[in-house]
């Protein structure tokens, strides 16, 4: 029994047997190994314990509810300063309106000092906490040479493992059946899954425009069934003037456009060309964000006329209501234009919604109008993606450089909501920037870092 234990000892301690007497043996037991340093790892603890409390969700939302505050306090600014004009009897003004406006003026600059000391207090500690950790993480890469049994090492080999089997297994059996049935109005059935690439192509300017979408019309002009339109976003990576289009895929894929360039205007950017990344084309119009503007403008490619339609009052626009993960957010998202079987979507988010996404649909006519619309509870800054299918709101996120997760849908049949969708897609390049999906052929569209992607959707 006493073997036992001086065996695995013998590897980290010296042993040497000192004989003092004839009937007494003494051992000696040098230790060969540092001592932990207890105290360095309890510091590195508390150390990571103070950033977690430093750096909460609180402080997020209080800047929120700031300009949340302000953007609702400058309207009000507005409408009594022109009450104030029409008061205006040529030599005075109503004494009671120009106190109102004053209090507000205060209100006014009490916030904007109060935003400003709130922005300077966290970009202090943005810097502070990413000191920190950079200190904690050589802390612990110190630490680590005291794991002489490499115990640490093993642990992260395995849980890589893990992570590798898990996404393995996902890539089999991607699909988890909602409790809920999806849209029974589909003619293709249930959507289960997608496949694919089945087109991967940088097209006609590879690498030049990262930002950009790519598709096909839905609903196209007779003659033009076969054609594919293509948008880059050729001004800043966030601004665009004119469609090209292609009479068929291998013409898209070789890069060889022979109906050419649908101009807006001239000028890039002007008054309602494209802004942003999210546009459709349905039965002949591109549908698009009009520059600087939280409205939707439909662009007839024949007529070259454009029709605006002005979204709700509180709709958040000029990228302040953008499509995230977090890494990166991607500019100029906030109004993210879909097409289905059923025709023309929006997807975008308001300050009344605080920041969930919002869908309506987009009715055809002389003047174009906003349908029934329907408020979700999945946040937009946590949304990478929308697309829909057969009626369906999908969400996608990000889960690596190499996979994104269709995770949501909202069915707007039965409104039931879905957040265990558990859909993959295998991406060719690390971020999604527009995707659609097209009713046509039953494919999604991404267009990712300049590259174009479609993959097929499988109904069952």
């Keep these: 029994m006493i073997l036992y234990v001086i065996v695995p000892l013998c590897t980290l301690f010296t042993i040497t047997q000192q004989v003092t007497s004839a009937d007494k043996c003494v051992c000696e037991l040098t230790n060969t190994e540092q001592a932990f340093p207890q105290d360095k790892l309890s510091t590195v603890e508390d150390n990571a314990l103070k950033c977690n409390s430093e750096v909460t969700d609180q402080k997020t939302l209080e800047l929120e509810s700031l300009l949340l505050g302000l953007d609702r306090r400058l309207p009000q600014l507005q409408e009594d300063v022109s009450l104030l004009e029409m008061e205006d009897d040529g030599e005075l003004y109503g004494v009671l309106s120009l106190q109102v406006i004053e209090n507000e003026m205060k209100d006014i600059r009490q916030l904007i ?5 709130t922005t300077l207090g966290h970009q202090h500690l943005t810097i502070t906490t990413a000191k920190k950790l950079e200190d904690l993480k050589a802390e612990m890469k110190e630490l680590e040479k005291y794991d002489t ?9 395995n849980q890589r493992l893990k992570r590798d089997l898990d996404q393995c297994r996902n890539g089999l059996h991607p699909i988890i059946q909602p409790t809920q049935p999806q ?12 496949t694919g690439p089945r087109v991967y192509t940088a097209g006609e300017f590879p690498g030049s425009y990262k930002y950009g979408a790519w598709g096909r019309d839905p609903k196209p002009e007779t003659g033009k069934e076969s054609w594919y339109w293509l948008v880059m976003m050729t001004s800043s990576n966030r601004y665009s003037n004119y469609v090209r289009l292609y009479s068929s895929l291998s013409s898209l894929i070789v890069g060889v456009s ?9 000028t890039n950017p002007t008054t309602n060309t494209i802004q942003g990344p999210n546009v459709v084309l349905y039965s002949g119009a591109l549908y698009y964000n009009c520059y600087n503007q939280d409205a939707i403008c439909q662009f007839n490619l024949t007529s070259k006329t454009i029709t605006n339609l002005q979204l709700p009052k509180g709709t958040r626009f000029n990228s302040k209501g953008n499509f995230c993960h977090l890494d990166e957010c991607y500019p100029f998202t906030d109004l993210d234009l879909a097409t289905d079987e059923s025709g023309v979507w929006v997807i975008y988010t308001t ?8 869908l309506s649909k987009v009715e055809e006519g002389e003047d174009l109008m906003l349908g029934q619309t329907w408020h979700t509870s999945v ?29 949501y849908l909202l069915d707007t049949v039965t409104g039931v909501e879905n957040f265990n969708v558990g859909i993959f897609i295998k991406k060719m390049s690390p971020n999604i920037y527009a995707l659609n999906y097209s009713p046509v052929d039953q494919e999604l569209h991404a267009y990712c870092d300049s590259y174009m992607v479609s993959y097929k959707v499988l109904f069952e």
């Design 149 to 157: 049994m490499q115990v640490v090492k093993r642990q992260e080999a």
């Design 183 to 194: 849209h029974s109005n589909c003619p293709h059935g249930v959507f289960v899954n997608i």
């Design 351 to 358: 300050t009344q919604d605080f920041g969930n996404l919002v």
């Design 113 to 117: 000092d109060k935003l400003n000391s």
């Design 258 to 266: 022979i109906p050419g360039n649908v101009q807006i205007h001239p």
């Design 379 to 407: 946040y937009k800054l946590g949304v990478t993606n929308t697309f829909m299918a057969c009626g369906v709101l999908y969400a996608t996120r990000y889960i690596n450089k190499e996979m994104e997760e269709i995770f």
